[in-house]
């Protein structure tokens, strides 16, 4: 059983930055994809970034240059670095593994969510202005 932990969520003023963390831990664990995902009050999920086995990276363009996500693949975690945090960053952010899709002659990993087989619980992110 594949289990997702995320840590480093929290309280911080605009501009703030914080970093997230994603343990994960189970048999022969090796998805194609991780991201991070989040989701505010009332909204919908939002694939906020994904990186695949490879290291190549897709941001979703409301956090283009101030997100990073990365992986230590070694230490099977998955990180998530915010910089310049703005009230509209608020929400839960999730850790997410799973499969990556065929199309364009190659595979790559999506940001909405329908190909990741594995969640984390969830850690609260908050921005005040």
């Known amino acids: 059983q594949v289990q997702l932990v995320e840590s480093g969520g929290g309280s911080v003023q605009s501009g703030g930055s914080l970093r997230l963390s994603c343990a994960a831990s189970?048999?022969?664990?090796?998805?194609?994809?991780m991201g991070w995902f989040r989701q505010a009050p009332g909204k919908e999920r939002e694939g906020v970034a994904v990186?695949?086995?490879?290291?190549?990276?897709s941001y979703a363009d409301s956090v283009k240059g101030r997100f990073t996500i990365s992986q230590d693949n070694a230490k099977n975690t998955l990180y998530l670095q915010m910089n310049s945090l703005k009230p509209e960053d608020t929400a839960m952010y999730y850790c997410?593994?799973?499969?990556?899709?065929?199309?364009?002659?190659?595979?790559?990993?999506?940001?909405?969510?329908?190909?990741?087989?594995?969640w984390g619980k969830g850690t609260l992110v908050t921005i005040s202005s």
């Open positions: 997410a593994a799973g499969r990556s899709a065929y199309y364009s002659g190659g595979y790559y990993c999506v940001r909405d969510g329908s190909l990741m087989d594995y």
């Open positions: 990186i695949d086995s490879d290291g190549s990276t």
């Open positions: 189970g048999h022969t664990f090796s998805p194609h994809c």
